[in-house]
């Protein structure tokens, strides 16, 4: 399926979106009192932006501290070669990482940008130490994050 762009979506259909960002647990009878429907046609507004991958899915904000992941990083990495195969073949290594949270493939000063959890200074350094030593591989620079004054999810969704 493809996914619609913005234009395509009503100011109803916006406030869905924003409500559900906000809160994903709420229920859809309290979903559409937000927004000003009835349940089933809110109910069916819902199931269309997921059947069109506008919403993606579901998830739980967990502290990552709480769970023993004291620092996050970021790696900006540079690859020996932009041919499609080194790309992918660097997206599938670290897709199996639980501790890359995210990875980018980014235009300038790199290739991709990672961001990492790791419980402590000797688990990131093994990480860092695991990126630099793949194949294809041929520079990282990694930053630690000092404190965090904005975690959004999501995009800005307007009315």
Known sequence: MTVETDSSLDEVDRQILA???ADG?????ELARRVGLSAPPCLRRVRRLEEDRIIRGYHADLDPVALGYEITFFALVGLESQKEAVLQSFER??????????????RGGGD???RLVARD???ENTLTARITAAEMVARV????TI?????EAGVPVEA
Do not use: G, Y
């Not at 639980?98 to 980018?104: G, L, N, S, T």
């Open 147 to 151: 404190r965090t004054s904005k975690d």
């Open 93 to 106: 290594m670290v897709k199996d990482w639980p501790e890359v949270r995210e990875c980018h493939m980014i």
């Open 112 to 114: 991709f940008l990672l």
């Open 121 to 123: 200074t000797a688990h």
């Open 19 to 21: 409500e559900l960002q």
């Open 141 to 144: 620079q990694t930053l630690q």
């Open 25 to 29: 647990r709420m229920t859809n009878v």
